[in-house]
């Protein structure tokens, strides 16, 4: 299943893509940063891999 989204933080302006896979319960999202937007020494319209597996312990998504 894809997964979309978008969101400013304190960096910059992002956009997220990525996969969840309900047979593995993992989702693994490239978050892309827009250059030009947030805080200029930290953004540098770099991406972000993120990996996250769900915890049925405490019921979320943990990850790396």
């Known amino acids: 299943m894809k997964v979309a989204g978008s969101g400013t933080d304190d ?3 992002f956009t997220i893509d ?3 896979s ?4 993992r989702i693994g999202l490239t978050k892309t940063y827009q250059r030009g937007t ?3 020494s ?3 319209g770099h991406r972000v ?3 996250l597996t ?3 312990q405490n019921n979320q ?3 790396k």
Not at 22 to 25: D, L, M
């Open 11 to 13: 960096v910059g302006t």
């Open 18 to 20: 990525g996969i969840y």
């Open 22 to 25: 309900s047979k593995t319960h």
């Open 38 to 40: 947030g805080n200029p």
């Open 42 to 44: 930290e953004n540098l």
């Open 49 to 51: 891999i993120i990996q």
């Open 54 to 56: 769900w915890n049925a």
């Open 61 to 63: 998504f943990k990850g």
